[in-house]
């Protein structure tokens, strides 16, 4: 077990608001883990992340592993100096490039939200797998020498060891959404397997964390808990495919969290969007990360509330770079108290897309990530007060 | 004559400070000038520049006319409230684009620091002029839509009316440096007809520069200064070629200043480079501009001052993305007081640029302009204190 304590204060039917305390310090749950991939948060400064009150940010070790490669961090003993980011860091395992390089690259999927897409315009490209899966680990490809590494539970191991993130991920394998039960049921034994290596590998007191997978199989989603659970670690992530709508992976979160420690946090991987955030909360999730928030940015895709116009059906967002927002003196989001809203106007940040200056990724980045940590607080607080579903209400009611 | 104020509080040989005000703020002179030519300083935000301490900004007539166009400005009541920028505001007229999009692609030149330089990577291409010069005014293309423009006078002043800014530019002609005298004399006589028919239509209370050109023609240079000083402008810019040498080039700076008003403000267009800063300030000059701090900052390079090994023939500038620097735990200037070296490394910067992150162009951007603001400070400081040459003696000696 690493240095981790989680203190639930309030609970509220399958809901919990909890505090969860690491060596760079506390984080209030429900939360989000906004993405710094590549030890940065893109667009944005690790001071950025401060002032938008981030409690937790999550680095990817394939990336970092890669460029600038474990030397150059261990120079700064860890990831923490190295971009000047002093407080709690996760980091996952390179599990979910094993996916995204592997099947996912042959399947042409994109985890896209909660939902693996078909992405339409790859899907005539002939593209080949960067990642093949052995029981020995997988052999992963460099994105830039196209060098073939072999990552396994031990590796993974000591690459969050030098990275020094105050909660690690075990090593698994991430199933594509269009595999078989034979083929899940063959990768969830690895998967356990390696989640045993990666544990029997952890020789340090940062937190770790075991991975629940089972793609969308009832029975192996249950199976994957129950180990999970029965194992040494510090809390839970959910991994892998949850199913092709909303209402199959509500049903898949509810059978894993019937089975597994309730005193443990619960980290749903790669999610989400707005809708997800209350349902996943609702199921007993405690922790959320996406890189949708700053990746739909760049794209010009911003936040708005339901005050604002944002809906589920427009998934909460206008596109700022219409031209019906060319003249429109108005922020962002009428209700968002952050620096862009306060500050800048949409027909200004569509001028600064339009003229492809780097400021309009910072201030919609900015602003994105306000809202989904501004989201998740009031999330917090509805639990606290039982006022969680007129929240959840207020925001998806006119639209299920 | 514009609402402008200007107050010399203490005089050194040539040099002098003082107060410059205008509506939107006072600015102390010596001073640079951050380029802000769409409307944002590169890469950051007008919180940014506060935070920076620039008591100014320039920005772009051409540019903005196109994009977003003047209707979309006006709807804001001119630039102050497009970008949140509550500080003064320096327009161009245009007339830089006159050359950098006429004679400037014929003769692939570029300008870079006090130079104008042929552009070996350009040299070869066929490159059409988008620049048409007439008595009348210049047909300039538009760089979105190759759309025939007619800039003229009077449309500058209409268009630096609409951004309403502080400080407005006469249209001029900015010779190329491979301009002969016949073409360089012919065009004087048109420049300055330029400047009356500017004054001419110029209706509001913001000040406006006149633009003195002449090339490296002795004779031009010194008829234009006394016609530019003898009409009703409230301040004076120095533009177009500044010869083929530092040396000419402070002759010519030299040749003017003689006949000019010395009450009146004095401001070098589009240099410069650390040494430029202090031979301009040792004749006279008050104001510089130049998008190089923040150009040179997104190709890596970064300012470092002598102490930390910068020197004239570096350029006072390190490629931070070099080996070398790839565990280097410094910041990118070991004297320097900014945020980005308070708490980033270069080699944390070095790996931003090589996978390519946004942050990149932030931080250096966010440091060079630091360093240029507070190489201004001092070399205020030393004027009032009489230690001018000390200084310029420790960051030039050991290199001319």
Redesign the interface.
């Known amino acids: 077990m690493g240095h981790l304590k989680f203190k639930i204060n309030s609970e509220y039917k399958h809901m919990r608001t909890g505090v969860l305390e690491v060596p760079h310090g506390k984080i209030e749950t429900p939360n989000f883990v906004p993405v710094a991939t590549?030890?940065?948060v893109?667009?944005?400064?690790?001071?950025d992340m401060k002032e938008l009150n981030s409690q937790i940010l999550m680095c990817n070790s394939y990336?970092l592993y890669l460029?600038?490669g474990l030397?150059?961090i261990k120079?700064?003993n860890g990831l923490h100096k190295?971009?000047?980011w002093n407080g709690p860091i996760m980091t996952d395992s390179a599990g979910f490039q094993v996916f995204s390089l592997g099947f996912g690259m042959e399947h042409f999927a994109n985890k896209i939200g909660s939902y693996f897409i078909e992405d339409q315009k790859q899907s005539k490209a002939k593209i080949k797998k960067m990642a093949k899966v052995t029981n020995k680990g997988v052999w992963i490809d460099s994105i830039y020498t196209k060098e073939k590494i072999l990552f396994t539970p031990e590796k993974s191991m000591r690459i969050q060891e030098a990275l020094g993130s105050d909660i690690m991920i075990a090593f698994d394998e991430c199933t594509s959404p269009y595999a078989n039960k034979k083929y899940v049921s063959e990768s969830l034994e690895r998967t356990h397997k390696w989640a045993k290596r990666s544990l029997d590998a952890h020789k340090t007191k940062q937190a770790l964390f075991g991975v629940i997978q089972g793609s969308y199989f009832k029975e192996l989603r249950i199976k994957s808990a129950k180990f999970i659970s029965n194992s040494d670690f510090d809390g839970f992530c959910i991994g892998g495919s949850l199913g092709k709508s909303k209402a199959e992976m509500h049903k898949i979160l509810e059978w894993i969290t019937k089975e597994i420690d309730p005193e443990k946090p619960r980290h749903l991987l790669g999610i989400g969007v707005v809708e997800d955030f209350f349902n996943g909360v609702e199921r007993g999730i405690d922790l959320f990360d996406c890189v949708g928030p700053t990746r739909i940015a760049r794209a010009g895709l911003v936040y708005v509330s339901p005050e604002c116009g944002g809906t589920v059906k427009n998934k909460f967002r206008i596109k700022v770079t219409r031209t019906e927002f060319?003249?429109d003196?108005k922020p962002i989001d009428c209700t968002c108290n952050c620096?862009v809203c306060q500050?800048?106007?949409r027909?200004?940040i569509?001028?600064?897309f339009?003229?492809k200056?780097?400021?309009a990724?910072?201030?919609t980045s900015y602003h994105n990530l306000h809202f989904v940590l501004n989201l998740m607080e009031q999330i917090r607080e509805s639990i606290k007060t039982g006022t969680f579903f007129e929240l959840k209400k207020k925001w998806l009611s006119n639209n299920i």
């Open positions: 590549k030890a940065t893109k667009a944005l400064s690790s001071e990336h460029k600038p030397d150059v120079k700064f190295f971009m000047n060319e003249m003196k620096k500050n800048y106007s027909a200004y569509r001028h600064l339009k003229s200056e780097y400021l990724y910072y201030l």
